[in-house]
């Protein structure tokens, strides 16, 4: 598979590019190899591809054997909680939160996990067969061997209804909410689970026509959340992504709270309520030096992993702890969910700020006091010409041994975009941006020469 591969969420490319129907149906065929199952459940978010690449994808399963149920539009942490509840596996057409041009195909095992690494290898290398026309297959199944392709909508309501129980009859009556659903997969349900429990809600980001996902709103751009914010005297804002696995938040004065401080507020709650297993927060090594900083002070343990989501579950699971996260707002709390959800994360904060009788602006303050943080995202040829660009680990090290322990210097190839990410942190003003800056600029010189070299 040359030109998409599994990354840290998925594979994802360019729709009818990179991400061509000829590939998804040989993906589908690959897939249902390695994961016997008779039942596969596909879903999809409101980009325009999705039900092309979709069709693709079912044909490929259905060629292998496998019944295909197509379940529609639906967010991804959704598909993830049916995976669970029918313990079968399911498949999401999304790029979540990137360009509406882009697609991409998440796979859960039964259960509603997603895959490990071993398993996307294996289903790779199928796939390279599957592609090489050199190698032949298995006979083609025929006759009553052929899977069967059905359609189950309506799993919206019973999404909505279950998130609606995990409150424990808990209510949110007299909370005015804005919800962006950023013209995504959770469009026609993003405000259905908060005016359930009480809520008043203002729901903006809701008119998908294909082409709009993740278009100056949701949590990619979250200045039209924080207007109407302000416009609808809101006490809370939740801004969504296109498949509805990550939330960020916005507050009365329409200042935004990102995933650490939303984890750094979860953290403390449950560890006042005896609920934070091992007392312990699972984070990536994104997450900002700040909340590492206020989970010491609180004696709160962090447990650092490799950036991506099932590296957080995988910690989690490890040893039993309850909540991890990612700074973009893909939060998990464990005993709820097998991935991270973005309706429930919203519920649960603002199920918070009912309890605590405090508006979002003061459970933050003074919780977190951010390092200044900042991300250059590179394009580059090849990412896997990073690791043997000595030039540029010259000078980051040089760079980390100037700022000590006031800050720190974090390079890695993008799991879902042909970018390196240079993460920069340090305090004083100014000092963050200019390290950024250089070593960005080395990473995309040194990386486009070896590209030419390497051909």
């Not at 040359?2 to 991400?19: C, E, I, K, S």
């Not at 209804?161 to 959770?186: C, F, I, P, T």
């Not at 699972?282 to 447990?303: D, P, Q, S, W």
Request: net charge negative; glycine share 12%; with cysteine.
């Amino acid at each position: 598979m040359a030109t998409t591969r599994f990354g840290t969420d998925g594979v994802r490319g360019v729709a009818n590019v990179d991400l061509t129907p000829e590939l998804v149906l040989a993906l589908g065929r690959a897939i249902a190899r390695h994961i016997t199952a008779t039942t596969f459940l596909v879903g999809r978010d409101t980009r325009r591809s999705g039900p092309m690449l979709q069709a693709a994808l079912s044909a490929g399963l259905a060629s292998e054997g496998a019944d295909v149920v197509d379940v529609g539009v639906l967010p991804t942490p959704a598909l993830a909680w049916l995976s669970a509840e029918r313990d079968v596996p399911a498949v999401v057409i999304s790029a979540s939160h990137n360009p509406f041009a882009d697609n991409g195909i998440k796979v859960f095992a039964a259960g509603g996990a997603k895959l490990g690494v071993e398993m996307e290898t294996a289903i790779e290398d199928e796939l390279e067969r599957i592609l090489d026309p050199t190698v032949k297959g298995p006979r083609s199944l025929e006759g009553r061997g052929v899977g069967v392709l059905s359609a189950e909508p309506g799993i919206e309501e019973a999404y909505v209804e279950h998130l609606a129980s995990l409150l424990d009859g808990r209510r949110l009556d007299g909370l005015r909410l804005v919800v962006d659903s950023a013209n995504g997969a959770a469009s026609s349900m993003g405000a259905l689970v908060y005016e359930r429990l009480g809520a008043e809600v203002v729901a903006i980001g809701c008119d998908p026509d294909g082409t709009n996902i993740n278009a100056g709103c949701g949590s990619t751009a979250t200045e039209t959340l924080a207007s109407a914010v302000v416009e609808h005297d809101a006490d809370l804002g939740l801004a969504l992504d296109g498949d509805a696995d990550r939330l960020l938040a916005v507050d009365t004065e329409g200042t935004l709270a990102n995933g650490d401080e939303l984890l750094a507020l979860f953290a403390l709650d449950l560890a006042d309520r005896g609920q934070l297993a091992g007392n312990t927060v699972v984070v990536t090594v994104m997450t900002n030096l700040g909340f590492r900083l206020a989970m010491e002070e609180r004696n709160i343990i962090v447990k650092e992993t490799a950036v991506g989501d099932r590296y957080v579950l995988a910690a989690l699971d490890k040893d039993g702890f309850a909540l991890g996260g990612e700074q973009s707002g893909h939060i998990i709390f464990r005993r709820l969910a097998t991935t991270g959800d973005g309706l429930l994360t919203g519920l649960v904060l603002a199920d918070l700020v009912v309890r605590s009788g405090k508006s979002l602006v003061e459970l933050l303050d003074g919780l977190v006091t951010r390092v200044p943080q900042v991300l250059v995202n590179v394009p580059v040829p090849n990412t896997n010409l990073l690791d043997g660009a000595d030039a540029v680990w010259s000078a980051v090290a040089e760079e980390e041994a100037r700022l000590g322990d006031g800050g720190r210097v974090l390079l890695r190839p993008s799991g879902t975009e042909p970018l390196v990410r240079v993460m920069v942190e340090a305090s004083g003003d100014g000092v963050a941006e200019a390290i950024a800056d250089r070593l960005g600029k080395l990473v995309g010189f040194e990386l486009q020469a070896a590209a030419a070299v390497h051909g």
